[in-house]
């Protein structure tokens, strides 16, 4: 269990703000739960923090801020490095030079933009982007994370989670990962192969698939940024799945809860097809339809 201390104070008079019930409790949960005090105070507070050293961990954060608040979660979590000492002897049981340090693992920690290279106003026109976007209501609200090789640099919360929403958006919102791979996926991977100069947003599939030049001659003709925008007439929702289930339960021998020999091809959890199952997926794709009119709305297609 992590415990942590607020609402702190330089006072010795007011105990550093920190009464001594406070370890009274802390000794109570300590004998019932493996316990770390995150503790934003006056180490000097230490002097009479009866039961404190029978913590199983105690760091000391000194000021109750909140960029001392994220650094201290860091620690916890193991995404910096730790290698602080004690400066000054509060008790005998912590001394001036006390401490422990250990290493970072392998975590995604946040730091600052300029520690990596990056200007903080460079990143700032996000600010206007989003706003523009929510004031066109392309969406109520987002958030932006910008990470560069395990180090966020960015990290904000804009607009509200619904158009009718009485609260803004938070950070620590959790979101429906819906249609995800277009995003994560696809988009990341096209800016990849942009910037490699492999391929050119204004050609069109059948640059890129020849295979379905004279077949399949109206998907074809689809332009990458039509696709990409979600303007290249495709259909917003076709049920693929249908093909797999008979009287609302899947197929049986075609779709099973256990891989083997034959059904290798995972689509969910403990749910595996036939592997040739993906080449009649892309025969279902370029037979279906595409919508008569190139649409001028931001529906977006997906093939389940």
Not at 18 to 36: G, I, N, S
Not at 39 to 44: K, L
Not at 165 to 192: E, F, G, P, Q
Not at 274 to 302: G, R
Request: hydrophobic share 40%.
């Amino acid at each position: 269990m992590i415990a942590s201390v607020h609402r702190t104070s330089f006072r010795a008079d007011k105990e550093f703000g920190v009464p001594d019930r406070v370890f009274e409790v802390l000794q109570a949960v300590q004998h019932k739960h493996p316990t770390a005090l995150a503790f934003f105070g006056n180490p000097y507070r230490l002097t009479r923090a009866y039961g404190a050293s029978d913590l199983d961990a105690l760091v000391v954060g000194y000021e109750d801020e909140a960029d001392m608040h994220d650094l201290m979660a860091q620690a916890f979590f193991g995404a910096s490095d730790v290698s602080g000492r004690l400066p000054v002897t509060p008790s005998s049981q912590f001394e001036m030079g006390q401490g422990i340090a250990w290493t970072a693992l392998d975590r995604v920690r946040y730091t600052l933009p300029e520690a990596i290279g990056v200007r903080t106003a460079d990143l700032e026109s996000i600010d206007g982007i989003v706003q523009e976007a929510i004031n066109k209501m392309a969406f109520p609200g987002c958030q932006v994370l910008v990470a560069v090789d395990g180090d966020v640099i960015w990290d904000k919360a804009y607009g509200k989670p619904t158009y009718d929403a009485a609260r803004n958006t938070r950070t620590d919102d959790l979101y429906d990962l819906a249609s995800i791979t277009k995003v994560a996926a696809t988009t990341l991977s096209v800016m990849k192969l942009v910037d490699e100069g492999r391929i050119d947003l204004n050609k069109d599939l059948g640059t890129y698939l020849p295979e379905l030049n004279g077949k399949h001659e109206d998907y074809a003709r689809l332009g990458l940024r039509d696709i990409l925008t979600h303007q290249a007439r495709l259909k917003d929702w076709v049920p693929f799945y249908t093909r797999l289930i008979a009287d609302k339960k899947p197929r049986p021998g075609v779709v099973v809860d256990k891989q083997d020999s034959v059904h290798t091809l995972r689509i969910a959890e403990r749910t595996y097809i036939n592997a040739a199952y993906h080449d009649s997926v892309l025969y279902w794709i370029l037979a279906t339809p595409l919508n008569p009119v190139k649409s001028t709305s931001t529906a977006i297609s997906a093939c389940c």
